[in-house]
T-cell receptor, first 110, second 115 residues
């Protein structure tokens, strides 16, 4: 069974810093990987989707990379802002199912 | 609609009762997923519909859980004889299977509390 791990579980940074969130998965046979953010008491908002044939995707201040062979993905956030504070989740699609990590709780301090 | 909607947003029920949770996906999305999320955890897959049929229901925890999608749009998750351990946020997501992309769009969830 696919297992997804996210490190660190929590992260606190001052405003303006660049940061990296990590996601690892145990089985490299994936179709794609998706990064989400979740605000307290809310649903998930899609940030970036990387197909298995791609190496990275970018959207604004966000850049996600995928190294399928090593079972790793990173989400890079540039020039962090207090509004970036949320829980960030990664999910991999294997077969019909998506497997989620437990998330990284990010706090950006003004 | 503009996004995935779920009703009710909150549901409190007594142990042993029956509940139904509704999901209205983005118009035109053929794939629909149900997840369950406990506090501090990532969403856990329950069931996946492709059109009207359940393509994968391997995540349903037991036979008290059942889901339908009779017309290939709205889906209902049904839980019989609820237990306190069923308390969680139930999330629904939909996808448009375009060019092999399975990008998921989530609803706000239904918070179920079993007392």
């Amino acid at each position: 069974k696919q297992e997804v791990t996210q490190i660190p579980a929590a992260l606190s940074v001052p405003e303006g810093e660049n940061l990296v969130l990590n996601c690892s998965f145990t089985d490299s046979a994936i179709y794609n990987l998706q990064w989400f953010r979740q605000d307290p008491g809310k649903g998930l908002t899609s940030l970036l989707l990387i197909q298995s044939s791609q190496r990275e995707q970018t959207s604004g201040r966000l850049n996600a990379s995928l190294d399928k062979s090593s079972g790793r993905s990173t989400l890079y956030i540039a020039a962090s802002q207090p509004g970036d504070s949320a829980t960030y989740l990664c999910a991999v699609r294997a077969g019909n199912q998506f497997y989620f990590g437990t998330g990284t709780s990010l706090t950006v301090i003004p | 609609g503009a996004g995935v909607s779920q009703t009710p947003s909150n549901k409190v029920t007594e142990k042993g009762k029956y509940v139904e949770l509704r999901c209205d996906p983005i118009s035109g999305h053929t794939a629909l997923y149900w997840y369950r999320q406990s506090l501090g955890q990532g969403p856990e897959f329950l069931i996946y519909f492709q059109g009207t049929g359940a393509a994968d229901d391997s995540g349903l925890p037991n036979d008290r859980f059942f889901a339908v999608r009779p017309e290939g749009s709205v889906s209902t998750l049904k839980i019989q004889r609820t237990e306190r351990g069923d308390s969680a946020v139930y999330l629904c997501a939909s996808s448009l299977l375009k060019l092999g992309s399975y990008e998921q769009y989530f609803g706000p969830g239904t918070r179920l509390t079993v007392t």
